[in-house]
């Protein structure tokens, strides 16, 4: 897995790229970039709740957009810190569909140190391709 924060490319938001070998490598590579934009030390985040993930949609790129909503949706609505675990990505009938465990615990400010206050992934430059056999993600977060 892997993610790069990009300088300068986004005023007064936090942009990515994240890369896998397949979807589920990205999509866990961009879910842990997404997360470690919150959270300074991934490590200090333990597996103590879950959440089962399941979506679907038509295209990977809003596949992996919903995922990334779902990580700040249960960051804010349950002050719930989840990394991306087991996950499966499916094609069938012209859909792709997602199911993963969130496996995570309550953000407790003592031993997560908090960085920035993720608000939204955004649609701007937003995307997910496939070049030279590598998946590669775009993401910008308003922050």
């Known amino acids: 897995m892997a993610y790069h924060y990009l300088e300068d490319f986004a ?3 936090i ?4 890369t896998g070998k397949d979807l589920e490598e990205l999509f866990s590579s961009a879910a842990d970039a997404t997360m ?7 490590g200090t985040i333990k597996g103590r709740e879950g959440r089962e993930i399941e979506l679907k949609s038509g295209e990977p790129d809003m596949l992996l ?3 990334l909503q779902e990580v700040i949706y249960y960051k804010d609505a349950e002050q719930l810190l989840l990394r991306i675990k087991d996950m499966t990505i499916t ?3 012209g859909s792709y569909v997602l199911r993963a465990n969130g496996i995570g615990e309550r953000l407790d400010p003592k031993r997560h140190e908090q960085r920035a206050d993720v608000k939204a992934v955004t649609l701007h430059h937003f995307k997910v391709e496939k070049t030279g056999g590598l998946w590669k993600a775009l993401v910008i977060l308003d922050v």
């Open 91 to 93: 094609e069938k009938a």
């Open 11 to 13: 005023i007064a938001d």
């Open 15 to 18: 942009a990515f790229e994240a």
């Open 65 to 67: 957009f919903d995922l």
């Open 36 to 42: 470690n934009v919150m959270i300074e030390d991934l």
